[in-house]
């Protein structure tokens, strides 16, 4: 019923940055939360950033100060901005969203992922 399209990655040098979004179409009534994960290669899956409806964010303490979560809530889009880019972020990232749809059904949906890679 919901579809989520990625679209921003690429490969950049270190120092540099990129910004992704996520966009989700289909029936929504609401979203609940947004957020980012990437997994890198030899290492498990990790929350990188996310926020709730209320605007609270939660961030990896490894891009702390460097990554951005922000939304547009009339696009259904989330965005992640990345700054300061270092070569272990380099990871295939993929955004996820809580959806509520028709009579209050919620659940979560995934992006197809997109690839980030940091050059040094």
């Known amino acids: 019923q919901v579809q989520l399209v990625e679209s921003g990655g690429g490969l950049v040098q270190a120092g540099g940055s990129l910004r992704l979004s996520c966009a989700a179409s289909?029936?929504?009534?609401?979203?609940?939360?947004m957020g980012w994960y990437r997994r890198a290669p030899g290492k498990q899956r990790e929350l990188v950033a996310a926020?709730?409806?209320?605007?609270?964010?939660n961030y990896a303490d490894s891009v702390k100060g460097r990554f951005t979560i922000s939304r547009d809530n009339a696009k259904n889009t989330v965005y992640l901005q990345m700054n300061s880019l270092k070569p272990e972020d380099t990871a295939v990232y993929y955004c996820?969203?809580?959806?509520?749809?028709?009579?209050?059904?919620?659940?979560?949906?995934w992006g197809q992922g997109t690839q980030v890679t940091v050059s040094s």
């Open positions: 289909g029936s929504i009534f609401s979203i609940n939360a």
């Open positions: 996820n969203m809580e959806v509520v749809g028709a009579y209050g059904y919620v659940k979560n949906y």
């Open positions: 926020q709730t409806i209320g605007g609270s964010t």
